[in-house]
């Protein structure tokens, strides 16, 4: 069993609509938890970064994490064609490694 | 800002052949990382370094080589290709401990094939 499990998708919405991005992880030792935004043949860039339980809002954007449940997600309101994209999960326990999710491949239709 | 370069960009090589992935930042960033990513399996940590003479395995090590010798380079060694490290390659880095921000900055990858 993997330590962190994503749903690969695709998911497909129109265009304005909510996406609900999700993760769930096994090593309750995850300490801070993150979500990159890759576009396709380029390196990922840091969407989202938490350390706690809680939600965090950056303008569309909304991460919540519930260490209890072991499960994080990623909420885009509005959401763009410009938002499509892989969205991968990460999580870390010390300063030094990354635990990736697999990511989900994000369409937004216009 | 270069930020962080990787080359070369796409690369075929035959089964047993050796070769070197460059990674070269310049934002003076001490941590620097090599990862691997394949269909369903997203990122997965090679190695890393915490800074000039330092290095440490990640989760997929075998068969890759790395050295710090500069805060600036990071090269990939690849000491006898096979067909399993067909990938694409990802090096990053940060300028603090990842629990304080979170924060990678990625190369745009190197695609390897070995046939």
């Known amino acids: 069993q993997k330590e962190v499990e994503q749903d690969p998708g695709p998911l497909s919405v129109p265009e304005g609509a909510i996406v609900s991005l999700n993760c769930t992880y096994s090593?309750?030792?995850?300490?801070?938890f993150m979500w990159y935004r890759q576009y396709s043949r380029k390196g990922p860039e840091l969407l989202m970064y938490t350390y706690s339980s809680g939600n965090k809002e950056d303008g569309r954007f909304t991460a919540q994490v519930d260490k209890s449940s072991k499960y994080i997600s990623l909420f885009i309101r509005d959401s763009q064609p410009s938002d499509s994209a892989t969205y991968l999960c990460a999580m870390g326990v010390s300063g030094n490694k990354l635990v990736f999710g697999a990511g989900t491949i994000l369409r937004v239709k216009s | 800002n270069a930020g962080v370069t990787q080359t070369p960009k796409f690369q075929v090589l035959k089964t047993g052949q050796s070769m070197t992935l460059q990674c070269a930042q310049d934002?003076?960033?001490?941590?620097m990382s090599w990862y691997r990513q394949d269909p369903g399996m997203g990122l997965r940590l090679i190695h890393y370094?915490?800074?000039?003479?330092?290095?440490d395995q990640g989760e997929v090590p075998n068969g890759y080589n790395v050295s710090r010798s500069t805060t600036e380079d990071f090269p990939l060694r690849l000491l006898s290709a096979a067909p399993s490290q067909t990938s694409v390659y990802f090096c990053?880095?940060?300028?603090?401990?990842?629990?304080?921000?979170?924060?990678?900055?990625f190369g745009e990858g190197s695609r390897l094939t070995v046939l």
């Open positions: 370094s915490v800074g000039a003479g330092i290095t």
């Open positions: 090593n309750s030792a995850f300490q801070y």
């Open positions: 934002m003076n960033h001490e941590y």
């Open positions: 990053a880095s940060s300028k603090t401990s990842l629990a304080t921000t979170g924060e990678l900055f």
